[in-house]
Structure formats: structure tokens, C-alpha cells
T-cell receptor
Framework: GAGVSQSPSNKVTEKGKDVELRCDPISGHTALYWYRQSLGQGLEFLIYFQGNSAPDKSGLPSDRFSAERTGGSVSTLTIQRTQQEDSAVYLC????????????????????FGPGTRLTVL | RKEVEQDPGPFNVPEGATVAFNCTYSNSASQSFFWYRQDCRKEPKLLMSVYSSGNEDGRFTAQLNRASQYISLLIRDSKLSDSATYLCVVNNPGGSYIPTFGRGTSLIVHP
């Protein structure tokens, strides 16, 4: 079946331009995450969507970053006035929300990642 | 102390060797633990979950030590194809469904 898809796969832009990155999660997955990964670094959490709840934006590094998720499916990450330090691979992941009864507050299911968008800001 | 810490490596081992990685976590109330694998310039993929009783999947064994707050991954009879970065993932309680990823441990298996 179809996995998580992201577009574009590569994006080269000039400093100061705005960019939009798209993520198509697996159908039926209610949870959607955005991360970014710089060369040789770990995953940096950006934003989390779960169903119709307000997104958790606690990882967004500045107000130049924003994200939407329309109709509980496709998500768009927008970076305004890009800077060179924004250069990274932006990864999207989706998962099926699942509660673990008896494990209070613990709810996690396997995250399926897209192939990422490699953003280069010149 | 970082929430999730891993030795970045690289661990450079010959084919057939046994290699083990540890990952420490700071939140003693952490509930769920996982190992993901990330190949070079690829996305992470789930390798295995880590259960309290430990679990084994072929050549791979994962263990959880709650007292010392670490999880481990043991790979036996290493293959060239095991070369990758192994990411430790910890999920914490308290309503947060955002897992914390370690920075990963790099494994290089050579002939």
C-alpha cells in the first residue's frame, strides 16, 4: 500500500524566499509529525497534529515556520523568509493513534516516515 | 542531561561480529521504547519495540533496564547490510504523544 509521500524531494531556494513543503500521510492515520534533520544530526521535532485537536507547535524554531493540516489528511509546512540555517532534510511521519490501556498517558504507535524534502537555502 | 542519549560511534565491526549499543533516558516515568534504523540519506524505519521482558527478532535483541534507565540493542552475526544509524526512541507519559529521538549510533560492518 501507499506509504507517506512528501514533495518536493529536493528544493533549492534563495535566502529570503518562502517555501512550502507537502506531506501526504498514510490514509487513516490521525497523527502527523514534522521533523527536520541537519547533516549528521538527530531528528528535531517541529510540530504534531492529532485528529481535530489543536496542533502541538512547541518545536517550531521561530515564527517564520508554520504548518497546516487540511481535512485531517495532507499537511503543508511553510517557511517564510528562509535563512541558510533552515537548510536541512524535512521529514514527515504519520501514525495510527493508539492508546495503551493501563499505561497512563502512554500512547504511541509506529511512526511511518516519508522520504523527506531536502531543503537548501543559498 | 539530555532526555535521550546515545554514543554516536561509529562502531566499526567485521562481518559476523556481535555488537551492542546502549541508550540512556532521563525521565524515569518513560513508558515506551523503540529502536529505529536509518540508512544513509533515507528515512528512519521501525526496527523493533522494546518490552520490559526484553524481546528478540532473529539476530536482534532489545533489552530494557528500568533501574538504570537504559535500553540496549544487541546484533549478532553482523551483516554488511546492518550498516546504518540506529535511533533510540522514548515516549514519555503525561499526555504527550511526541516521542523523543536520540541522535543515533552509527554502525559500520566491514568485510
Amino acid at each position: 500500500g501507499a506509504g507517506v509521500s512528501q514533495s518536493p524531494s529536493n528544493k533549492v531556494t534563495e535566502k529570503g524566499k518562502d517555501v512550502e513543503l507537502r506531506c501526504d500521510p498514510i490514509s487513516g492515520h490521525t497523527a502527523l509529525y514534522w521533523y527536520r534533520q541537519s547533516l549528521g544530526q538527530g531528528l528535531e521535532f517541529l510540530i504534531y497534529f492529532q485528529g481535530n485537536s489543536a496542533p502541538d507547535k512547541s518545536g517550531l524554531p521561530s515564527d517564520r515556520f508554520s504548518a497546516e493540516r487540511t481535512g485531517g489528511s495532507v499537511s503543508t509546512l511553510t517557511i517564510q523568509r528562509t535563512q541558510q540555517e533552515d537548510s536541512a532534510v524535512y521529514l514527515c511521519a504519520s501514525s495510527a493513534f493508539q492508546d495503551f490501556p493501563g499505561l497512563a498517558g502512554s500512547s504511541y504507535n509506529e511512526q511511518f516516515f516519508g522520504p523527506g524534502t531536502r531543503l537548501t537555502v543559498l | 542531561r539530555k532526555e535521550v542519549e546515545q554514543d554516536p560511534g561509529p562502531f566499526n565491526v567485521p562481518e559476523g561480529a556481535t555488537v551492542a549499543f546502549n541508550c540512556t533516558y532521563s525521565n524515569s516515568a518513560s513508558q515506551s521504547f523503540f529502536w529505529y534504523r536509518q540508512d544513509c540519506r533515507k528515512e528512519p524505519k521501525l526496527l523493533m519495540s522494546v518490552y520490559s521482558s526484553g524481546n528478540e527478532d532473529g539476530r536482534f535483541t532489545a533489552q530494557l533496564n528500568r533501574a538504570s534507565q537504559y535500553i540496549s540493542l544487541l546484533i549478532r552475526d553482523s551483516k554488511l547490510s546492518d550498516s546504518a544509524t540506529y535511533l533510540c526512541v522514548v515516549n514519555n507519559p503525561g499526555g504527550s504523544y511526541i516521542p523523543t529521538f536520540g541522535r543515533g549510533t552509527s554502525l559500520i560492518v566491514h568485510p
